[in-house]
C-alpha cells in the first residue's frame, strides 16, 4: 500500500501542467467498441483507471495499443474481433466505468453481459437509468446472478428523458443510440465537457449527434462507424485541484494545458474567497495572497460547482476566516474525508448532505486515511498546509485519477514523497499486444 509523506507550509510556485481527462477518456474508449477499425486517442492521462479500461476492453478481445516515450499519453484501440461481450466482476468492481461498455456492447453486438458495479464509498451509484434508456432504445434487459444481460436484435430510436441527470447514464445511451435505426432524442442530459467530448469523437467516426453539451441531444442512427484520430480535453478536476492547492498555500502558480471555461463555478467561487485568478488561453494564474474568505458552495450537475471539486474546496474552508457550508447534492455520502481533516484539527461539522466548516483552523501533521479518489486529493491539500508531517494511506485511491500527482507537485516546491511502489513506472505492454 503507497503512501504520501508530506511536509506542509511551502507555496506553491511555478508551471504545474495538467493532464488529458480522466472522464473522457474512458468513455472515448469504450466508444472503440462501436467499430471494427483503430481509434488513436491522443492525452490519454497514466493513470490506473485508464489500464483498468485497457484491461477490460482486452478480456473482450480488443487490441489496445498503449504509446511509449513521446507516444506515452497516446493509444490505439482495435476492436475488429471481439470475443466475449461481457464485463467482468473483477474489473467492474473496481470501477465502475467499466459499465460504460453496456450500451456500445449491444448496440454493436446485439447482447451485452455487464457486472453490476456495487456499493460505492461516495453512494448507492445505480446504474437503473442507463437500464431504463436502453429498454426504450428497444433492447430486452434481464439480470441474474448480479449481472445485466442486455439483448437487441438492432437498437431503435427513441425519446429519452432521463429522470434525473447522469453524466455515464447520458453516455452510454448516446454510444448506443448511434448505430439505433432511426432518430433518438434524449433530454434531461448531462452537459459535461466530457460528454461534448465524446460527442466530438463519435462524430469524427461518423456519427450524427446534435446538442451534446446541452440538456437536448439528438442523434440520427447509421449502420456503421468508421476509426479516427482524436485528443482527449484537459482534466478539469486535475486542474481545479492544482487552482485550489496553490490559493491553499498562498502561492503563485500557473496551471497550463487547461480549459479556463470549464473551471467557471470554481474560479468563480475562488474570487469569491478573495483569490486573484487570470485566466490567459490555455492556462490560469493563481495567486494566493492575503487571507482566504469563507464562501458557502452548493455542488450541482454541470455548469454548476462540481461534486468532484468538493473535497478539495472543504480544504481550503477549513483555512477561510470564518464559517462556510458545504452542500453536498449529488451524492449522499461524499463527506469521508471531514473526519480525516477533524483529525488533523479542522472544525467541521456534518449535518446530512451539508457540512459546516468553521475557520481559520491551523491544521497539523497526522496520519490519514483516503477513501476515494478526490477524499485522498483533499487530504494531500490539507497536508500542504499543516504544520509537520502528514502520511496519508490508501493512495492507490489517487493513483485511479491524477497522474504522477506527487512528482507534478514537487515541481512547484512541495514537500511529498511516495513510499512504497506506484503502478510500475512503465506498462511495458509489447506494440499491438492488447
Ligand atoms: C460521473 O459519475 C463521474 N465519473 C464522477 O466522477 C462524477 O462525480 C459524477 O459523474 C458527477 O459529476 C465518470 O465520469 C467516470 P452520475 P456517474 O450518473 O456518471 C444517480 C471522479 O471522482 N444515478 O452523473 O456515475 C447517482 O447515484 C468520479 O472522477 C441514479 O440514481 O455519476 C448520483 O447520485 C466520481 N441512477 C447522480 O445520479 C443512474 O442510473 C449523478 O450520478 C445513474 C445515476
Known amino acids: 500500500m503507497d503512501k504520501f509523506v508530506v511536509r506542509g507550509g511551502n507555496p506553491l510556485l511555478g508551471t504545474i501542467r495538467v493532464s488529458g481527462a ?51 499519453h497516446r493509444t490505439t484501440l482495435c476492436c475488429a474481433r471481439l470475443e466475449s461481450p461481457e464485463a467482468p466482476y473483477d474489473l467492474v468492481k473496481t470501477m465502475r466505468a467499466s459499465t460504460l461498455v453496456l450500451g456500445p456492447l449491444v448496440a454493436r453486438c446485439g447482447v451485452a453481459r455487464v457486472s453490476l458495479p456495487g456499493g460505492c464509498a461516495i453512494g448507492a451509484r445505480p446504474i437503473d437509468l ?32 432521463f429522470d434525473r441527470i447522469t453524466v455515464t447514464g447520458t453516455e452510454d445511451l448516446l454510444m448506443a443510440a448511434t448505430l439505433a435505426e432511426g432518430e433518438t432524442l434524449m433530454e434531461n442530459c448531462a452537459c459535461e465537457p466530457e460528454v461534448a467530448d465524446l460527442a466530438t469523437l463519435l462524430n469524427k467516426m461518423g456519427a450524427r449527434i446534435e446538442g ?16 479516427t484520430r482524436h485528443r482527449i480535453i484537459p482534466d478539469r478536476i486535475e486542474a481545479g485541484t492544482f487552482v485550489v492547492a496553490a490559493a491553499l498555500t498562498g502561492g503563485d502558480l500557473i496551471v497550463s494545458g487547461c480549459d479556463p471555461h470549464h473551471l467557471t463555478a470554481l474560479l468563480d467561487k475562488l474570487r469569491e474567497c478573495g483569490v486573484e485568478i487570470r485566466p490567459n488561453g490555455d492556462s490560469v494564474r493563481v495567486i494566493g495572497n492575503g487571507p482566504l474568505q469563507p464562501a458557502d458552495v452548493n455542488t450541482e450537475e454541470y455548469p454548476g460547482f462540481p461534486t468532484d471539486m468538493q473535497a478539495q474546496y472543504m480544504t481550503l474552508a477549513t483555512q477561510a476566516e470564518g464559517s462556510s457550508v458545504i452542500t453536498e447534492n449529488i451524492f449522499e455520502n461524499r463527506f469521508m474525508h471531514a473526519l ?27 496520519a490519514v486515511l483516503a477513501s476515494d479518489l478526490r477524499a485522498s486529493a483533499s487530504l494531500v491539500l490539507a497536508a500542504l498546509v499543516a504544520d509537520g508531517e502528514t502520511i496519508i494511506d490508501r493512495v492507490y485511491h489517487i493513483d485511479r485519477g491524477y497522474e504522477r500527482i506527487e512528482e507534478k507537485l514537487r515541481s512547484v516546491g512541495a514537500e511529498i514523497k511516495r513510499i512504497g511502489e506506484m503502478f510500475p513506472k512503465r506498462i511495458t505492454v509489447p506494440a499491438g499486444r492488447g
Open 340 to 366: 480525516e481533516m477533524v483529525r488533523m484539527g479542522a472544525n467541521i461539522k456534518i449535518e446530512g448532505r451539508r457540512a459546516i466548516v468553521r475557520g481559520k483552523t491551523p491544521l497539523s501533521g497526522a
Open 130 to 161: 442507463h437500464i431504463k434508456g436502453l429498454e426504450r432504445l428497444g433492447a430486452t434487459i434481464t439480470q441474474e446472478h448480479g449481472y445485466i444481460e442486455a439483448r437487441a436484435q438492432r437498437l431503435r430510436g427513441a425519446h429519452v428523458v
Open 212 to 227: 451534446a453539451g446541452t440538456p437536448t441531444i439528438r442523434v440520427h442512427g447509421v449502420t456503421s462507424l468508421s476509426g
Open 22 to 72: 480522466k472522464n473522457a477518456a474512458l468513455p472515448c474508449m469504450a466508444a472503440s467498441l462501436l467499430t471494427t477499425a483503430p481509434v488513436v486517442l491522443e492525452n490519454i492521462p497514466q493513470v490506473r483507471d485508464i489500464e483498468t479500461e485497457r484491461r477490460l476492453l482486452a478480456s473482450m478481445g480488443a487490441e489496445v495499443e498503449l504509446g511509449y516515450g513521446r507516444a506515452q
